[in-house]
């Protein structure tokens, strides 16, 4: 496919280098001593509106620090490479920047002879916070407020035709302003113990910075929305300077034309696609698209980019309220991707840096990501694109719920901004506008307005509506539960889809690994990778077999990465260990996948009948589960037992008391008295109408090799299990005694037979 990412970029001149040299980063990535010095991070930033010209300014500038309300500075005492984060290693910086400061950058360039004549853009990828650009000592038009959209300047009539000067200004004042800040915060630059969930500020320019030429009506953007209903791909080419011309936009496929339509600009054109091959993490199918801006028949500018033909929706299967990717319910299982780095704090050290992460989610078998509260590159969405990772897109929360309609407008044009700028990625398939309350306010009429701007997806009105004094606005398209470790239950309602938009964090620390050796922390610390496996398995394996079948479309887990001090990652924080089994998690997690495609039936047991539960464990399977002064043992019975042991060993098999499409237990000689689990011990008890006991007696069911396994109502994933003739509810990977992995899944499954007391 053709993106333009291979053209030659048009040489500027480079500050001198003599005098930079980077500072250690506290933990090494594989990629950190590969960055190049003078250009970094070379490839074409803009993968979706390519040009063959331009010219990288990434690279050794020269670097001040004032106080805030400072004017330019008189000298540039030091270097910083760019496009890192002030506080990162591979800056060259590294120090603390707060919002009594104000960070300055300089450097010269010369435009290529081979531009003449046409118009000169600087572009920047990403600048944290409030960034005004000088050239030639004139200002490039106004300040630019917002830290994860890109933004640019024509700045043609500030070039003198030979070397020139561009000094750039930025004021971040992190979470002590009221902008949108994710998760960063103000600390000290070297590791620390503490932190929580929160981690170093990136200040600054942080992503590309570079030049390229244009006709004067040109292209600026491309909104590509497929359409599968008809099997066109719907276009808007927007332009500047493009009074009285025309759009043609060509889509090609492997090279061979698919077809082009011409139309205006500004305005819709349906391109058709017939008999479209359709863009799924299993098939990431990519169309080519050239989109020209004609003056009568005479071709003004002429960019590339690339679409694929994909739907999400929600609808309802078989009666539940389902997401539905291409029409179709598939679970969408990811991971919680913070997007930090120990070397480059928010920015990648290479392009293939930014790349191994979604990489390492498919190796895991996920086809799901979920962007925390950070806004990557658009070449993070390249790959997500190219690779098949369905994307979930939290905008950047404020540290605080903004009481000033200021900062309000400004919170929300950013968050425009970020969907102009990401609307045509394929991958992309919801926009999570909140999450935990943080920053909140309006929810519902910020998902009316966010659905209302790109219908074309989907939209979270609040991650963790359960979770730390959040609001449910009621809408969108996902209900959306935080459960740590969970999963728990999330319950879909006639309009919205259940998801799980976190759980998991186990954690594991990896010694040589850690950020602040001994301070690392998680939702629940796991004492080895054995024990990490087992437990991260059965999650997996819980959701396919209890919350999937009850309604849940999509879990989160937490997360890809360690980060700083947190040690919940699959991975460590400098990408240098896999904690997991990655073959043993990819199974789990393409079985989850699978099982939402071809869902097995039901498992039904007969109600209002007794019926006795026999152990299928080999070397056990003659003994049954029984009643013994008030406890849940399993013994031998056979034909010449008791009528006592029999009539023990006996079940009335009966609807849920806490659920219907579950069941109760109830003894065949102490009617009214039911199993029921307490404090991981299963006992034979009288029920006191309660909704505690009745949630403790309710188990549902799920599949089993030669029977039925039995999962508490209210502990989903927790199953019946007998172990040393006594009866748990045990947690698969759990550290009890009782949750021992030998032999779990044979101990958990119970063959429902005929009764020894009838």
């Known amino acids: ?196 969930i929160f981690y170093t500020a990136a200040s600054g320019i942080w992503q590309t910075v570079w030049l390229e030429p244009t006709a004067s009506a040109h292209v600026e953007r491309l909104d590509m929305v497929p359409s599968l209903s008809d099997s066109t791909l719907k276009v808007i080419v927007r332009g ?49 698209v050239k989109a020209e801006l004609l003056s009568g028949s ?51 050290p290479t392009d293939a840096a930014l790349k191994y992460d979604l990489q390492a989610h498919k190796d895991l078998g996920f086809n799901m990501v979920r962007k925390h509260i950070k806004v990557e590159p658009q070449r993070w969405f390249h790959w997500a694109d190219k690779l098949g990772l369905l994307v979930w897109q939290d905008m950047p929360s404020m540290d605080n719920t903004p009481s000033d309609s200021a900062s309000r407008t400004q919170w929300e044009a950013e968050y425009d901004r970020v969907i102009d700028q990401h609307r045509s990625s394929p991958s992309l398939v919801m926009w999570v506008n909140q999450n935990e309350g943080w920053g909140q306010y309006d929810q519902a ?53 259940a998801v799980l938009g976190e759980f998991g964090g186990l954690g594991l620390r990896t010694a040589g690994h850690e950020w602040y050796p001994g301070g690392g922390f998680s939702y629940e610390d796991q004492p080895n990778a054995t024990a990490l496996n087992n437990r991260f398995v ?27 001090n947190e040690v919940n990652g699959l991975l460590t924080y400098d990408r240098q260990v896999v904690k997991v089994d990655a073959a043993r998690v990819k199974t789990a997690n393409l079985a989850l996948i699978n099982a939402s495609r071809n869902p097995p039936p039901p498992i039904t047991l007969p109600v209002d009948q007794n019926k006795s539960l026999r152990v299928t464990t080999p070397g056990h399977t003659t003994k049954y589960l029984r009643h013994q002064e008030g406890l849940a043992f399993t013994a031998v019975v056979d034909a010449n037992s008791s009528g006592l042991l029999k009539n023990d060993a006996t079940w009335k098999i009966v609807p849920g008391l806490a659920g219907t499409g579950c069941y109760s237990f109830e003894s065949r000689n102490y009617p009214g008295q039911y199993l029921r689990h ?56 759990g550290t009890h005694p009782w949750d021992n992995p030998a032999s779990f899944t044979e101990d958990t499954t119970w063959a429902v037979e005929t009764p020894w007391a009838p």
């Not at 698919?258 to 017939?274: E, F, H, K, L, Y």
């Open 1 to 196: 496919m053709c993106f333009g990412l291979s053209a030659t970029a048009g040489t500027a001149q480079a500050a001198p280098v003599a005098a930079w040299t980077p500072k250690p980063a506290p933990m090494t990535t594989p990629w950190t001593n590969q960055v190049s010095v003078d250009s970094p991070l070379p490839e074409y930033p803009r993968p979706q509106l390519t040009r063959p010209d331009w010219a990288n300014l990434n690279g050794i500038w020269d670097f001040a620090v004032t106080g805030a309300d400072a004017g330019q500075p008189a000298t540039f005492p030091d270097r910083i490479r760019v496009p890192f984060p002030a506080e990162s290693a591979l800056s060259g910086i590294q120090r603390k920047i707060t919002q009594n400061d104000k960070l300055w950058y300089k450097r010269t360039f010369t435009v290529p002879s081979g531009w003449n004549g046409r118009r000169v853009q600087l572009n920047f990828g990403a600048s944290d916070w409030r960034t005004t650009v000088w050239v030639n000592g004139q200002q490039a038009g106004a300040a630019h407020s917002g830290g994860f959209d890109s933004f640019r300047y024509d700045i043609t009539p500030f070039l003198n035709g030979g070397t020139n000067t561009v000094v750039v200004s930025v004021y971040d004042p992190t979470e002590t302003g009221n902008q949108a800040v994710g998760k960063q915060r103000i600390r000290e630059v070297t590791p620390q113990p503490g932190g929580g």
């Open 240 to 288: 500047s300077g493009t009074s009285g011309h025309t759009a043609r936009v060509t889509v090609t496929s492997g090279g061979s034309p698919v077809a082009t339509v011409t139309g205006p600009v500004g305005g819709q054109i349906s391109v058709p696609v017939p008999n479209p091959r359709l863009w799924s993490p299993e098939d990431p199918f990519l169309y080519d």
């Open 298 to 348: 005479a071709t003004v500018d002429s960019v590339g980019s690339y679409a694929g033909m994909r739907s999400v929706s929600v609808g309802k299967v078989n009666g539940v309220q389902r997401i539905l990717l291409n029409g179709k319910f598939v679970f969408q299982t990811g991971t919680l991707d913070q997007g930090y780095w120990p070397d480059g704090i928010y920015t990648a």
């Open 445 to 497: 009429r910020i998902a009316d307005e966010v659905k209302a701007y790109d219908p074309s997806r989907l939209v979270d009105n609040m991650s963790g509506v359960n979770c730390c004094g959040s609001v449910d606005g009621g809408n969108g398209d996902v209900i959306d539960n935080h459960i740590y470790v969970g999963p728990g239950t999330t319950t879909p309602t006639a309009t919205r889809a």
């Open 538 to 564: 059965g999650l997996l394996d819980s959701l396919r077999e209890n919350q999937m079948p009850s309604g849940l479309s999509a879990s989160v887990y937490t997360e890809i990465t360690d980060v700083e």
């Open 678 to 733: 307490r404090d991981f011990r299963v006992y034979k008890e009288a029920g006191d109408g309660s909704v505690l006991f009745k949630a403790d007696a309710t188990f549902c069911t799920v599949q089993g090799t030669g029977g039925v396994r039995l999962s508490a109502w209210n502990f989903p994933g927790q199953y019946l299990r007998h172990i040393n003739s006594e009866v748990w509810l045990a947690t698969p990977g």
